[in-house]
T-cell receptor
């Protein structure tokens, strides 16, 4: 069975500071991994995904994530936070099938 | 290029009633998945439709049912509504063989009183 754990339901950073959102997964087969962002009263937008190949994945809006199999992690980072990054972020896992499992989400606050 | 659209945007029902939510997939997509997102939680997979058939189902009771039409659009039906069914219902579309790449609609927010 697959599962996702997002460490920290809330993360607060200052504008210009590093953003680090943590995600650990569990999967019995090689996983596909995703990060989505959700702004208030909106659906989910795909930030980036890992399927195969390069373990460092670059996404939209300056975000990137690194797949570390030995640590079963897929943490999301951005070197410099912007006010517009304030949103809810979801890590997700699938095994290329039909079902995607989402974490509980991390709300990112950006302070001016 | 039209993205995923859902209707209605908001809905209020009372316990015991039935509701139908609608989804039109992104142009060119043939697979539709439905998710329930309760307040403060991540989305939970309800089921997926392809070629007008349910391919896989999450841990949801039979009160939740769906349908896919020949034009790939889809409906989610919930019978005998409970207060706990209050949530944001998200539709996601994808292309068969590339199901890992899903595009989400804005959702329908259902409130059950």
């Amino acid at each position: 069975a697959q599962s996702v754990t997002q460490l920290g339901s809330h993360v607060s950073v200052s504008e210009g500071a590093l953003v680090l959102l943590r995600c650990n997964y569990s999967s019995s087969v090689p996983p596909y991994l995703f990060w989505y962002v959700q702004y208030p009263n909106q659906g989910l937008q795909l930030l980036l995904k890992y399927t195969t190949g390069a373990t460092l994945v670059k996404g939209i809006n300056g975000f990137e994530a690194e797949f570390k199999k030995s640590e079963t992690s897929f943490h999301l980072t951005k070197p410099s936070a912007h006010m517009s990054d304030a949103a809810e972020y979801f890590c997700a896992v699938s095994t290329g099938g039909f079902k995607t499992i989402f974490g509980a989400g991390t709300r990112l606050f950006v302070k001016a | 290029d039209a993205g995923v659209t859902q209707s209605p945007t908001h809905l209020i029902k009372t316990r015991g009633q039935q509701v139908t939510l609608r989804c039109s997939p992104k142009s060119g997509h043939d697979t539709v998945s439905w998710y329930q997102q309760a307040l403060g939680q991540g989305p939970q997979f309800i089921f997926q439709y392809y070629e007008e058939e349910e391919r896989q189902r999450g841990n949801f009771p039979d009160r939740f049912s769906g349908h896919q039409f020949p034009n790939y659009s889809s409906e989610l039906n919930v019978n005998a509504l409970l207060l706990g069914d209050s949530a944001l219902y998200l539709c996601a579309s994808s292309l068969v063989g590339q199901q890992e790449t899903q595009y989400f609609g804005p959702g329908t927010r259902l409130l059950v009183l």
